[in-house]
């Protein structure tokens, strides 16, 4: 028999999405759209751009519900595609919209029989509309909330991101960083290389300012945090990372304690697709810190949802299982 999972890391974009473009104006956008081709899939639009290919499961709760099925997954937590943080926007346009996403994703939630639950979206560049919208998010129904790893200049450790994720731990929600407006500009246009190269280094950077720039110090270690794509770089080169912290004090910030230190303060999700990585990832931070991500039901996403998790060799059975199900059980509060 498949064992079941629970998949922490998948998204949604709503179909009747309010029209913000009309509301707001073209300036504080883009803004996305979806257009729907009536035959199951459709595009994504960035503006007056094509995005991103998708099909109907990513809108229309009975059909990620025949996915969810057809992948053994028992729940998924879905949330925002990065595009539509609205993190540029004028805050209050951006907390308009986080709140109007949020009900949207609570509704296809709603309409999944439990099968799906939802984290919300916040206007991070503004901490006291991103805590308020939380509030009033979690009141509605989400488990905990998705944030981007860094607005424009700001890091994971700027004081306002913290005293947001101060009120996280207020609120009891979890959070999910995901990676977002990646750096490298120009030289990302060919091979998808936003995706492939700078995401990872982004999530890496998040963590390595949530270490450095001292906001694990700050922050209390009932701070339920999860980085996406298996903590990008960051598992990875934790070694070279812990040799700079030790042999140059201008890497080391204001942290307390070398890199090492903090690395059970926070969870990944499965999102690296290799067994190789998978091992590492489970060597480095523990089979208790790590969850099953997907992607879905992005093009690339995990195809076949959970299975690199199901068929890791040298897993324990308990290891298994905490990283199916139990682990998220834990931490969302499922
Ligand atoms: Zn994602």
Request: charged content about 20%; overall charge negative; glycine content about 8%.
């Amino acid at each position: 028999m498949t064992s079941p999972c629970i998949d922490i890391h998948s998204h949604f974009f709503p179909k009747n999405a309010p029209n913000f473009a009309a509301k707001f104006g073209e300036s504080s956008g883009p803004w996305v759209t979806l257009h729907d081709h009536s035959d199951g899939t459709g595009m994504m639009m960035l503006g007056d751009k094509p995005f991103r290919p998708v099909h109907s499961a990513l809108w229309d709760a009975q059909a990620r519900i025949k996915e969810l099925d057809a992948n053994h997954v028992e729940t998924q937590i879905i949330c925002a595609t990065p595009v539509m943080f609205a993190y540029d926007a004028p805050a209050e346009q951006a907390a308009y919209v986080a709140s109007a996403y949020n009900d949207l994703a609570l509704a296809m939630c709603a309409d999944s029989s439990g099968r799906l639950r939802t984290l919300a979206q916040v206007p991070l560049q503004d901490s006291a509309l991103a805590c308020r919208e939380l509030t009033r998010a979690m009141r509605a129904g989400c488990v905990g909330v998705q944030i981007g790893n860094h607005v424009g200049p700001r890091e994971m450790d700027d004081e306002g991101i913290v005293a947001f994720l101060q009120h996280c731990v207020e609120e009891n929600a979890a959070v999910l960083v995901h990676p977002w407006d990646m750096l490298g500009g120009e030289r990302l246009k060919r091979w998808m290389s936003a995706w492939t190269v700078a995401m990872p280094a982004e999530t890496q950077f998040g963590i390595m300012a949530m270490i450095l720039g001292g906001a694990f110090d700050r922050l209390p270690a009932e701070l339920r945090i999860c980085f996406a794509h298996g903590g990008g770089g960051f598992p990875y080169l934790l070694g070279r990372l812990e040799n700079a912290w030790h042999r140059r004090d201008i890497v080391r910030g204001i942290s307390l304690h070398p890199p090492s230190h903090y690395l059970n303060r926070f969870s990944v999700d499965s999102a690296v697709f290799d067994p190789r990585a998978l091992r590492l990832l489970v060597d480095t931070m523990g089979a208790d810190h790590i969850m099953v991500g997907s992607d879905a039901p992005f093009p690339l996403g995990e195809e076949h949802i959970g299975d690199l998790v199901r068929n890791q060799p040298g897993l324990t059975e308990v290891h298994r299982q905490q990283v199916l199900t139990e682990n998220a059980r834990n931490f969302f509060r499922l």
